[in-house]
């Protein structure tokens, strides 16, 4: 989205998630979200009323952008369930790719969980993709494209968990291949071929053969 196409509070929560990212919550003044976003602090107060509805904001903002996609891929009828759970490893990695600075602040905010607003948007995202997982596996059973019956949470768990180690340990993968790319080189080969080991596995745990 180029900046002329954002609103002035959507300019305020990006500023503030680059900064969140980098700083912590506690570590960011209002001061430098309003200095970053270019704007006068008043405006802060104005949009948000504080720094910690601010978070908040943000928070929910990008939890939103997350239960469209999963609710759009639910209703897709152009596609089997294999290619619903392929799509959703798809969109869910380029989240993770794309939106480093927030993935970063979520994964904090998992391990110092403070904010009990924060807590149950969280709880509440997860619980949409265990839902969303239960619909189509259920489905993917009943049609006889799934064998296997795997429990719906270490599903997600493997998806997440895979995704989220891979993502924290990029830096050190590139050093151990010794790839001397470009980053943005590097990062499309990695997720590449990331995305392709996660279906492997979820082929294995479903049950799911291409050609029968």
């Not at 151990?176 to 279906?199: C, G, M, P, Q, R």
């Amino acid at each position: 989205m180029s900046n002329d196409m954002i609103s002035k509070e959507e300019n305020i929560i990006f500023a503030a998630e680059k900064l969140f990212a980098e700083k912590g919550f506690e570590g960011t003044s209002t001061r430098e979200i309003a200095k970053a976003a270019h704007v006068n602090i008043s405006m802060i107060s104005y949009y948000f009323g504080s720094k910690e509805k601010l978070y908040e904001k943000l928070v929910e903002y990008r939890m939103n952008e997350g239960q469209f996609f999963s609710k759009d891929i639910l209703e897709r009828t152009d596609m089997n369930e294999w290619q619903k759970i392929e799509r959703i490893i798809d969109q869910f990695s380029n989240k993770v790719r794309t939106q480093k600075c927030f993935y970063r602040i979520m994964q904090r905010e998992q391990l110092y969980a403070q904010n009990p607003q924060i807590v149950e948007f969280l709880k509440q995202t997860k619980m949409i993709f265990l839902s969303m997982y239960s619909q189509i596996l259920e489905s993917g059973h009943r049609k006889g494209i799934f064998t296997k019956n795997p429990p719906i949470y270490l599903l997600h768990t493997t998806i997440s968990g895979t995704l989220f180690y891979a993502f924290n340990a990029k830096e050190m993968y590139k050093e151990f291949l010794n790839d001397t790319e470009e980053d943005s080189v590097f990062d499309e080969k990695y997720y590449t071929e990331l995305n392709k080991h996660i279906k492997y596995l979820l082929k294995d745990l479903l049950g799911y053969e291409e050609n029968k």
